[in-house]
């Protein structure tokens, strides 16, 4: 993989954004765009470039904003990031060009409470059917406590020991 | 007078043959002990090393134990993990299928108390928290011989 | 009086139930033990099928809501009794107890009806896996049934006789059938483990894919009655096939007919076990299509030698 | 035909961990499959917030309990990345030695439970029976059988002397013919072949599609390895192969999973060859600079990926974990399309399941 390439394909794809570049540790480098493009920028990469390993969504809630980071990888990773606001924050969808970002995004989704436009089966992935809480990993003080201990009437005992 | 005696010889007929039937199946529930497995959330160590039971170096059939598929034919469960809100009401249901007597085990420090995970917010505790436990088996993750050692002692137990 | 009591002896301890219980339980353990030491394991004590059964017969007995209680209740018992009936007409080392010319027939229809119930009992306890078990049991049964059929009709077309008893008979005095017919002979045999739903032709009960099979939601006294049942089934059927293949019971030796009986018993026994290790399961239609294009051509072909050798 | 749906899981004998499938068929012919999963999610991600950096090691352990090793090796070569450390080369070569060792467990186990599964029980013993000799090894090592707890920040906790080396030496051969002899038998037993060919079949478009990683991947015919394009730990200076089949099915995978096992053997003696001398571990502070990053290993089945971001603080501020599994799980409904019932224990063997990971 060649970042210059990339990035002077992003460049020309978006000649008005601002386009920030850092290098990170470990063969990583981070792409900073506007949430608006990320979608354009993952049909670049899939259509012209060829890179279509994306190897996952990390969503965090920074405290001021919610960020999303899509990890490319390709020998080298490339993740471009995109700041969504903490209220109602939504994006559009990958599904359609990278299938494989379905449950990253499903995730993403439940865990931070993102919409992710057009995605075909935006249930959720692992929290439970019965969850009533807030989205586990925004912060707040802590995300709705952990069920009581002996939260259930314990079934009688006796048939059991013998 | 003649009324009385085969009437207590019965009785104590009776309740000689209950003993000796009694004995009998406890004795057959103490060799014959089959096991049936659920994860409720657990990291899966505590599972392999349940599944090595059954294999050449700990083979537990020997001491009767066979690794069954259904609720209905188990007597004992092993269970591995904590116990996560969405297998909560399996948990419950796979114990209300089985028929008594039935035994629950507790395998692995999650299970007993819900071990690195208990503060998790997706997370009830051990399995104590939605079933009543006949022996817990500590250990991250629980050794074979461990396991084979708990459900020995479960087994005198039921003596 | 004592034709009374020597039926009656006849039918609950020789070779009855009693000793066919014994002999369900013996062959478990045998069958299990030489697994286990094949596949590397020491395997269960003696005493194992002993104590399963017991273990089964003191536990609670559940069904599931919707399930058919009369007919889940009775299924397990038809079967045992047809089983027990046919073992009856099947002599033992020599020891007949009763024969009639035609009672071969007889046998092989009496050893059908489990199966048939088998599939009845997955129909009727309402579960997904059951019925799914239920209704591969009634497929394996149309692809091992008929090459199964003809392969033993084999020895009874050479040997002019559709009686098990004159069958066995008349090997003592010419030669083994199995050794005429070691097609028919492997056929029986293939076909036997069909009709016992032993590994590799497991299909209706495969652990990692129903479950159980039609038996997946029986428990307590009834599931011991069914495994009982299989397990007199494998004997009988084994006693069927040393009769039918591996000569009769006198040959003049000093040895006593029952050992001998004993020794050939305990070959086929074996040869199950070996073939229940050293296979992986097949499918249903991989079955099928082995019943149909492999065995039932092959059984037919013997057949068709036989009579014309008979006739000719 | 009627359709009739069928249930399988959570407790299910195929599944060794609760997952859900509602496989709806036609006969025996599955026409669609809705998956649930989450049964064992227990918030991992949201725990590691709460603890310390050196706590969490343990934590990341426990995501699975059958690569515990290469979850903590690709956690902490992410914090020491943000620390900026330079591990000690003794140390990345005794890590790299447990990650294969781990592979050449994981991938027996694999062998053994796909055997169970398509009812070839004796295949299941012998193979577990062979991976005792490696988890003899791992626990003479580090004292555990499953989680070993190897890895700290800034090294490893283990060390190993030329006796035990010579001695794990001597086990790897018997392991070797082992695994040959395993591999004999699989080739050449026609019910494995009819039970394992041509079921669950991706395509390398497919692969690439669902960005499937690790042997399922290769198995398809794309060669990807992490241990190769991204070396990390001490894989650069190691001669390896990397595996391919072109087929995609069960038996492809089958058999490139026990050809890596055997190239994980030759990767062993390697290491324990030329293990470099010198330290075990650097000092580590507690409190990590500000700082993100992106940490990758090569996982028994496939590639796992971390992101840890550090605010400063002695507590990650996020950390991000993409286990392999999650990327084979949606292209269960895929292979599982026209699939006979029969199979399903098959397909669902083959991908290398781990829902403990999947889930977290």
Same mark, same amino acid.
């Given at each position: 993989?060649?970042?210059?390439?990339?990035?002077?394909?992003?460049?020309?794809?978006?000649?008005?954004?601002?386009?920030?570049?850092?290098?990170?540790?470990?063969?990583?480098?981070? @792409?900073?765009?506007?949430?608006?493009?990320?979608?354009?920028?993952?049909? @670049?990469? @899939?259509?012209?470039?060829?890179?279509?390993?994306?190897?996952?969504?990390?969503?965090?809630?920074?405290?001021?904003?919610?960020?999303?980071?899509?990890?490319?990888?390709?020998?080298?990773?490339?993740?471009?990031?995109?700041?969504?606001?903490?209220?109602?924050?939504?994006?559009?969808?990958?599904?359609?060009?990278?299938?494989?970002?379905?449950?990253?995004?499903?995730?993403?989704?439940?865990?931070?409470?993102?919409?992710?436009?057009?995605?075909?089966?935006?249930?959720?992935?692992?929290?439970?059917?019965?969850?009533?809480?807030?989205?586990?990993?925004?912060?707040?003080?802590?995300?709705?406590?952990?069920?009581?201990?002996?939260?259930?009437?314990?079934?009688?005992?006796?048939?059991?020991?013998? | 007078?003649?009324?009385?005696?085969?009437?207590?010889?019965?009785?104590?007929?009776?309740?000689?043959?209950?003993?000796?039937?009694?004995?009998?199946?406890?004795?057959?529930?103490?060799?014959?002990?089959?096991?049936?497995?659920?994860?409720?959330?657990?990291?899966?160590?505590?599972?392999?090393?349940?599944?090595?039971?059954?294999?050449?170096?700990?083979?537990?059939?020997?001491?009767?134990?066979?690794?069954?598929?259904?609720?209905?034919?188990?007597?004992?469960?092993?269970?591995?993990?904590?116990?996560?809100?969405?297998?909560?009401?399996?948990?419950?249901?796979?114990?209300?299928?089985?028929?008594?007597?039935?035994?629950?085990?507790?395998?692995?420090?999650?299970?007993?108390?819900?071990?690195?995970?208990?503060?998790?917010?997706?997370?009830?505790?051990?399995?104590?928290?939605?079933?009543?436990?006949?022996?817990?088996?500590?250990?991250?993750?629980?050794?074979?011989?461990?396991?084979?050692?708990?459900?020995?002692?479960?087994?005198?137990?039921?003596? | 009086?004592?034709?009374?009591?020597?039926?009656?002896?006849?039918?609950?301890?020789?070779?009855?139930?009693?000793?066919?219980?014994?002999?369900?339980?013996?062959?478990?353990?045998?069958?299990?033990?030489?697994?286990?030491?094949?596949?590397?394991?020491?395997?269960?004590?003696?005493?194992?099928?002993?104590?399963?059964?017991?273990?089964?017969?003191?536990?609670?007995?559940?069904?599931?809501?919707?399930?058919?209680?009369?007919?889940?209740?009775? +299924?397990?018992?038809?079967?045992?009794?047809?089983?027990?009936?046919?073992?009856?007409?099947?002599?033992?080392?020599?020891?007949?107890?009763?024969?009639?010319?035609?009672?071969?027939?007889?046998?092989?229809?009496?050893?059908?009806?489990?199966?048939?119930?088998?599939?009845?009992?997955?129909?009727?306890?309402?579960?997904?896996?059951?019925?799914? /078990?239920?209704?591969?049991?009634?497929?394996?049964?149309?692809?091992?049934?008929?090459?199964?059929?003809?392969?033993?009709?084999?020895?009874?077309?050479?040997?002019?006789?559709?009686?098990?008893?004159?069958?066995?008979?008349?090997?003592?005095?010419?030669?083994?059938?199995?050794?005429?017919?070691?097609? $028919?002979?492997? +056929?029986?045999?293939?076909?036997?483990?069909?009709?016992?739903?032993?590994?590799?032709?497991?299909?209706?009960?495969?652990?990692?894919?129903?479950?159980?099979?039609?038996?997946?939601?029986?428990?307590?006294?009834?599931?011991?009655?069914?495994?009982?049942?299989?397990?007199?089934?494998?004997?009988? $059927?084994?006693?069927?096939?040393?009769?039918?293949?591996?000569? /009769?019971? $006198?040959?003049?030796?000093?040895?006593?007919?029952?050992?001998?009986?004993?020794?050939?018993?305990?070959?086929?026994?074996?040869?199950?076990?070996?073939?229940?290790?050293?296979?992986?399961?097949?499918?249903?239609?991989?079955?099928?299509?082995? /019943?149909?294009?492999?065995?039932?051509?092959?059984?037919?072909?013997?057949?068709?030698?036989?009579?014309?050798?008979?006739? $000719? | 035909?009627?359709?009739?749906?069928?249930?399988?899981?959570?407790?299910?004998?195929?599944?060794?961990?609760?997952?859900?499938? #509602?496989?709806?068929?036609?006969?025996?012919?599955?026409?669609?499959?809705?998956?649930?999963?989450?049964?064992?999610?227990?918030?991992?991600?949201?725990?590691?917030?709460?603890? *310390?950096?050196?706590? *969490?090691?343990?934590?990341?352990?426990?995501?699975?309990?059958?690569?515990?090793?290469?979850?903590?090796?690709?956690?902490?070569?992410?914090?020491?990345?943000?620390?900026?450390?330079?591990?000690?080369?003794?140390?990345?070569? =005794?890590?790299?030695?447990?990650?294969? =060792?781990?592979?050449?467990?994981?991938?027996?186990?694999?062998?053994?439970?796909?055997?169970?599964?398509?009812?070839?029980?004796?295949?299941?013993?012998?193979?577990?029976?062979?991976?005792?000799?490696?988890?003899?090894?791992?626990?003479?090592?580090?004292?555990?059988?499953? %989680?070993?707890?190897? *890895?700290?920040?800034?090294?490893?906790?283990?060390?190993?002397?030329?006796?035990?080396?010579?001695?794990?030496?001597?086990?790897?051969?018997?392991?070797?013919?082992?695994?040959?002899? =395993?591999?004999?038998?699989?080739?050449?037993?026609?019910?494995?072949?009819?039970?394992?060919?041509?079921?669950?079949?991706?395509?390398?478009?497919?692969?690439?599609?669902?960005?499937?990683?690790?042997?399922?991947?290769? %198995?398809?015919?794309?060669?990807?390895?992490?241990?190769?394009?991204?070396?990390?730990?001490?894989?650069?200076?190691?001669?390896?192969?990397?595996?391919? %089949?072109?087929?995609?099915?069960?038996?492809?995978?089958?058999?490139?999973?026990? #050809?890596?096992?055997?190239?994980?053997?030759?990767?062993?003696?390697?290491?324990?060859?030329?293990?470099?001398?010198?330290?075990?571990?650097?000092?580590?502070?507690?409190?990590?600079?500000?700082?993100?990053?992106?940490?990758?290993?090569?996982?028994?089945?496939?590639? =796992?990926?971390?992101?840890?971001?550090?605010?400063?603080?002695?507590?990650?501020?996020?950390?991000?974990?993409?286990?392999?599994?999650?990327?084979?799980?949606?292209?269960?409904?895929?292979?599982?399309?026209?699939? *006979?019932? %029969?199979?399903?224990?098959?397909?669902?063997?083959?991908?290398?399941?781990?829902?403990?990971?999947?889930?977290?």
């Amino acid at each position: 993989m060649n970042v210059d390439l990339i990035l002077e394909a992003l460049r020309k794809t978006f000649p008005a954004e601002t386009i920030e570049v850092r290098a990170m540790p470990v063969n990583e480098t981070f @792409v900073t765009l506007p949430p608006a493009c990320i979608r354009p920028a993952a049909q @670049v990469l @899939v259509e012209q470039l060829n890179l279509r390993h994306l190897s996952a969504i990390t969503g965090q809630d920074t405290g001021s904003e919610i960020e999303l980071l899509y990890h490319f990888w390709d020998g080298r990773g490339l993740t471009l990031r995109a700041s969504l606001p903490r209220e109602e924050p939504h994006i559009a969808t990958l599904t359609d060009l990278i299938p494989g970002a379905a449950f990253y995004e499903r995730e993403v989704c439940e865990m931070l409470g993102v919409t992710f436009e057009g995605h075909p089966d935006p249930r959720a992935l692992l929290l439970p059917d019965d969850w009533d809480g807030e989205a586990p990993l925004r912060q707040q003080p802590s995300p709705t406590p952990a069920a009581p201990r002996h939260p259930l009437p314990l079934p009688t005992l006796g048939e059991g020991g013998g | 007078m003649t009324n009385a005696c085969p009437c207590l010889t019965a009785t104590l007929w009776g309740r000689l043959e209950r003993d000796m039937l009694d004995s009998l199946v406890r004795w057959a529930r103490r060799k014959s002990p089959w096991i049936l497995h659920f994860n409720s959330g657990g990291c899966n160590g505590c599972d392999i090393e349940i599944l090595d039971l059954l294999t050449p170096r700990y083979d537990v059939e020997r001491l009767g134990i066979l690794k069954e598929a259904s609720p209905r034919h188990a007597d004992i469960l092993l269970c591995t993990g904590p116990v996560t809100r969405q297998s909560r009401d399996r948990l419950r249901r796979i114990y209300e299928q089985m028929p008594a007597p039935r035994w629950v085990v507790a395998v692995g420090s999650c299970s007993c108390s819900g071990g690195v995970f208990r503060d998790g917010y997706n997370v009830l505790g051990g399995v104590d928290q939605v079933l009543p436990v006949d022996m817990y088996i500590s250990g991250c993750p629980c050794r074979p011989e461990a396991m084979i050692d708990g459900l020995v002692r479960l087994l005198e137990m039921i003596e | 009086m004592t034709d009374w009591l020597s039926a009656l002896f006849a039918l609950l301890v020789f070779p009855g139930f009693g000793f066919l219980f014994v002999c369900a339980l013996a062959f478990q353990w045998i069958d299990r033990k030489v697994a286990a030491r094949l596949q590397g394991r020491i395997g269960p004590p003696w005493f194992q099928p002993l104590a399963d059964f017991i273990k089964l017969m003191a536990k609670e007995d559940l069904l599931p809501t919707g399930a058919h209680e009369w007919a889940c209740a009775a +299924l397990p018992m038809v079967s045992l009794a047809t089983v027990l009936t046919a073992a009856l007409y099947i002599p033992v080392g020599g020891w007949v107890t009763s024969a009639f010319e035609g009672d071969l027939i007889v046998v092989l229809f009496l050893l059908s009806i489990p199966a048939l119930a088998y599939f009845l009992a997955g129909w009727l306890s309402v579960s997904v896996y059951s019925v799914v /078990g239920g209704s591969r049991s009634l497929l394996q049964y149309f692809a091992y049934e008929v090459p199964f059929l003809m392969a033993l009709s084999g020895p009874a077309i050479l040997s002019g006789s559709w009686s098990i008893a004159r069958i066995a008979a008349q090997q003592s005095e010419t030669v083994w059938m199995a050794l005429v017919q070691p097609l $028919g002979f492997l +056929l029986a045999i293939v076909g036997l483990i069909g009709k016992l739903k032993r590994s590799p032709f497991d299909i209706p009960k495969a652990k990692s894919e129903i479950v159980a099979g039609p038996l997946t939601e029986f428990s307590g006294r009834k599931l011991a009655l069914w495994h009982l049942t299989l397990h007199m089934q494998t004997v009988v $059927g084994i006693f069927l096939l040393v009769n039918l293949f591996l000569g /009769g019971p $006198g040959i003049g030796l000093a040895v006593p007919a029952a050992l001998i009986f004993g020794v050939k018993v305990l070959l086929i026994l074996l040869a199950l076990s070996v073939a229940s290790v050293l296979y992986a399961r097949l499918r249903i239609d991989q079955l099928a299509s082995l /019943g149909w294009r492999v065995l039932a051509p092959l059984a037919l072909a013997q057949m068709l030698t036989i009579i014309w050798i008979g006739v $000719g | 035909m009627t359709r009739m749906t069928i249930p399988i899981g959570p407790q299910h004998p195929a599944l060794k961990e609760p997952l859900s499938f #509602l496989l709806t068929v036609e006969g025996e012919r599955i026409v669609e499959s809705v998956l649930r999963m989450g049964y064992v999610h227990r918030g991992i991600e949201r725990i590691c917030q709460n603890r *310390n950096y050196v706590q *969490n090691v343990h934590v990341v352990e426990r995501v699975c309990g059958i690569c515990s090793h290469i979850h903590t090796t690709t956690y902490c070569q992410g914090v020491e990345a943000l620390l900026g450390l330079e591990v000690p080369p003794r140390a990345l070569c =005794l890590r790299t030695l447990l990650c294969e =060792l781990e592979r050449i467990h994981s991938h027996l186990l694999w062998m053994g439970v796909l055997a169970e599964l398509i009812g070839f029980t004796t295949i299941f013993m012998y193979a577990w029976r062979d991976r005792e000799i490696v988890l003899d090894i791992m626990e003479e090592l580090s004292g555990g059988r499953v %989680a070993h707890a190897v *890895n700290v920040i800034g090294g490893v906790r283990i060390d190993l002397d030329a006796e035990m080396s010579h001695s794990i030496l001597v086990r790897l051969d018997e392991l070797e013919r082992q695994i040959e002899t =395993l591999l004999g038998v699989i080739q050449h037993e026609r019910t494995f072949r009819a039970r394992t060919r041509g079921v669950g079949h991706l395509s390398a478009e497919q692969v690439r599609r669902y960005c499937v990683v690790g042997p399922t991947a290769r %198995a398809s015919g794309v060669d990807v390895d992490l241990r190769r394009d991204a070396p990390y730990a001490a894989y650069d200076q190691l001669d390896f192969r990397v595996i391919t %089949a072109e087929e995609g099915d069960v038996w492809a995978r089958t058999m490139v999973r026990l #050809l890596e096992t055997i190239e994980s053997l030759h990767l062993c003696r390697q290491l324990l060859a030329e293990l470099p001398q010198g330290a075990l571990t650097v000092r580590a502070p507690r409190r990590v600079p500000p700082g993100e990053v992106v940490s990758r290993g090569e996982a028994p089945r496939g590639e =796992l990926v971390y992101y840890i971001r550090s605010d400063g603080s002695d507590k990650p501020a996020r950390v991000k974990i993409r286990t392999p599994t999650l990327t084979t799980l949606i292209t269960l409904p895929d292979q599982l399309r026209d699939v *006979n019932t %029969a199979d399903v224990p098959a397909v669902l063997a083959g991908v290398d399941l781990c829902i403990a990971c999947a889930d977290r």
